[in-house]
């Protein structure tokens, strides 16, 4: 049985000296839960066979979710990476569409820079964390720059492979 706990909270007041007495308190151990004011706390069960025990904390049931979004990465319950999948792939289309939209002078060089720049970040952000696990998943990345490489004239006739190539590019497998 795993137990994640997420919380968020704000200081209720914000001068120096009382950044340094929490500290100090956190440091030497003294509990300083009169000092924050809690806004979100809430339990993720991970796992099929996790019994999904109810928690409570100071006599508070915590709420339980599916999924949790921190630092740009969805976590869900059952571990699996396809939502994350699918809002990466979803923000890569909106900057390859805006990228389409503004740029009229779509050179090969030009092109594969913003393509590097821009939407590429995208598709590479913590992929350590979330990697595809499952083709269909690695084929909706894919997906994104198979549409890229279709928007430039002077290689769209080519093979996907020799595109790659002549824009310098890799696949994301």
């Known amino acids: ?15 120096e000296k009382f950044y340094k007495k929490i500290w100090i308190n956190l440091l030497s ?5 009169n000092v924050f004011q809690y806004k979100e706390v809430y339990v993720i069960h991970v796992g099929r066979t996790n019994p999904r025990f109810t928690y409570t904390m100071e006599s508070q ?6 999924s949790e979004k921190d630092l740009g990465i969805t976590i869900s ?12 792939c979803n923000k890569a289309s909106k900057m390859l569409k805006m990228i389409k ?13 913003l393509y590097k720049t821009l939407v590429t970040p995208h598709l590479e952000y913590c992929v350590s964390v979330w990697s595809p696990h499952y083709t269909k998943e690695e084929e ?5 720059q198979h549409r890229f490489n279709r928007m430039i004239k002077k290689v769209c006739d080519k093979d ?7 824009l310098n590019l890799w696949t994301l497998e």
């Open 77 to 88: 319950s059952d571990l699996k990476s396809s939502n994350q999948c699918i809002q990466v």
């Open 160 to 166: 996907y492979l020799d595109r790659l190539n002549e």
């Open 1 to 15: 049985m795993t137990l994640k706990c997420w919380h968020k909270y704000t200081v209720m007041q914000s001068d």
């Open 140 to 144: 909706l990345l894919e997906r994104v």
């Open 61 to 66: 049931t915590l709420d339980t979710f599916d």
């Open 101 to 113: 939209r503004t740029i009229s002078y779509k050179t090969p060089e030009i092109m594969a820079r």
């Open 29 to 33: 151990g003294q509990k300083v839960a």
